[in-house]
């Protein structure tokens, strides 16, 4: 091989990988920058109607990355079900609710597996990997890494029902930001000048109160489903922040406050 022959070939390669990383950066602005079509925000308004109450220019920016997430995301119907376009775009849109306005993103996900009602698992919860909801019909599991499972029957009433305080699909996202850390321990990567002292006090605090109500057989504003550990209350932490704002920054103002600036989102101001 000639010494010329030799310098090419590694600054060919070279060149072919900037050319995919840069073609791949012009696709992801590309897809942030396109809006859904008309017939896709009607389907998305009647599905998740939470959508409505958003600020229109974050509304905008929904629809960016739920392209995004279309765009990365395999759909695989389970038990025969076909996955229609409405299942996409109402999972995209709970989902994406979590990261509309921060610059995390589901990095590692590629699949989401969609069942058509609860279903059965037969995997443990002691492996380490599965981040649980594990009764004996399940409604959604987020592994880490991927994949996030659903049930559409309940996917779908969570979306439309913004204000009950329960969205599985919302829970289970919660998971995924939570593990993007590297652990899915209820302290996700936070935010650029979030102090983690503040962090820690406002979740531990909450979480505390949560169980010592629950123990005296009070109601919660939070499932109780969040006293399970960490990881569970920091997923309905985030649910009950979109489904009834007001009452979490009335009740937890010091939680509502971090949820708040970790996902640099304020939805008690919604309309
Ligand atoms: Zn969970």
């Known amino acids: 091989m000639t010494p010329w022959i030799a310098l090419a070939i590694p600054l060919l390669i070279v060149a072919f990988l900037l050319y995919r990383r840069y073609a791949r950066l012009r696709k992801r ?15 998305v308004e009647r599905l998740v109607p939470l959508v409505r109450r958003m600020p229109e220019p974050l509304r905008l920016t929904l629809e960016g990355k ?21 299942m996409r775009l109402s999972i ?8 509309v306005n921060s610059p995390a993103w589901y990095n590692t996900l590629r699949n989401v597996l969609i069942y058509p009602s609860a279903f059965l698992t ?19 599991e987020s592994w880490a890494r991927g994949p996030v499972i659903l049930s559409w029957d309940h996917a779908l009433h969570g979306g439309l029902d913004a204000e009950d305080g329960h969205n599985v699909v919302i829970h ?5 930001l939570d ?18 002292a503040g962090w820690e006090t406002a979740m531990l605090d909450a ?29 309905e932490a ?15 103002p010091a939680l509502y406050a971090q949820l708040a600036e970790l996902l640099a989102l304020d939805p008690a101001t919604w309309a």
Request: proline share 4%; net charge negative.
């Open 66 to 86: 739920m392209n995004l997430f279309l765009d990365q995301i395999t759909f695989r119907g389970q038990n025969d079900l076909e996955v229609s376009d409405e």
């Open 29 to 43: 602005r590309a897809l942030l920058a396109t809006p859904l079509s008309p017939e896709q925000r009607a389907v």
């Open 122 to 140: 037969h995997r443990g919860t002691h492996d380490g990997h599965l981040v649980h909801d594990n009764n004996h019909a399940t409604l959604g």
């Open 238 to 252: 985030i649910v009950t922040f979109f489904e009834r704002p007001q009452a979490l920054r009335r009740e937890e």
């Open 172 to 176: 289970e996202f919660a998971h995924q």
């Open 179 to 196: 593990g993007l850390s590297g652990h899915t321990d209820g302290i996700p990567i936070l935010r650029k000048g979030q102090a983690y």
């Open 207 to 235: 979480y505390h109160d949560h169980v010592d109500r629950l123990e005296r057989g009070e109601y919660t504003l939070i499932d109780p489903y969040g006293a399970t550990n960490h990881e569970e209350f920091f997923a």
């Open 92 to 99: 995209a849109a709970q989902a994406c609710l979590l990261i």
